[in-house]
């Protein structure tokens, strides 16, 4: 079921979304402090662009912390409200509310990416 969620999500938003966060990898890899931070993005590109059959657990110490302080101030933000907002045209529907609480999922991640681990579900 998740590889036909997968297709459907990318056909109807997933590249979108995936794409945006390629963009914010390009910038933040301009600089030689934000290649790590670029690199993050391109790994969770991947998990927006196919979310389904995958979970996130959060967790981190300080240096993932410290990250995301950084990360919310420049990018989670808007990458944040793009999902948010995404997941909420998805819900005005009744077929669109599984891809509207993938949105919320990758909003939340969109918020603190470091320190999160991908799992398959």
Same mark, same amino acid.
């Given at each position: 079921?998740?590889?036909?969620?997968?297709?459907?999500?990318?056909?109807?938003?997933? +590249?979108?979304?995936?794409?945006?966060?390629?963009?914010?990898?390009?910038?933040?890899?301009?600089?030689?402090?934000? +290649?790590?931070?670029?690199?993050?993005?391109?790994?969770?590109?991947?998990?927006?662009?196919?979310?389904?059959?995958?979970?996130? +657990?959060?967790?981190?110490?300080?240096?993932?912390?410290?990250?995301?302080?950084?990360?919310?101030?420049?990018?989670? +933000?808007?990458?944040?409200?793009?999902?948010?907002?995404?997941?909420?045209?998805?819900?005005?529907?009744?077929?669109?509310?599984?891809?509207?609480?993938?949105?919320?999922?990758?909003?939340?991640?969109?918020?603190?990416?470091?320190?999160?681990?991908?799992?398959?579900?």
């Amino acid at each position: 079921m998740s590889c036909l969620g997968n297709g459907l999500w990318f056909i109807f938003g997933g +590249i979108w979304q995936g794409l945006v966060w390629c963009l914010a990898g390009l910038l933040w890899s301009i600089t030689i402090v934000g +290649i790590p931070i670029g690199k993050q993005c391109f790994k969770l590109a991947q998990l927006t662009a196919f979310p389904f059959g995958k979970t996130v +657990i959060y967790g981190g110490g300080a240096p993932s912390f410290l990250a995301n302080i950084l990360w919310v101030i420049i990018s989670g +933000i808007p990458l944040a409200v793009v999902a948010l907002l995404n997941g909420l045209l998805f819900c005005l529907t009744i077929i669109g509310i599984p891809f509207g609480l993938q949105c919320f999922k990758i909003a939340k991640l969109a918020l603190f990416p470091f320190g999160a681990e991908v799992k398959a579900a």
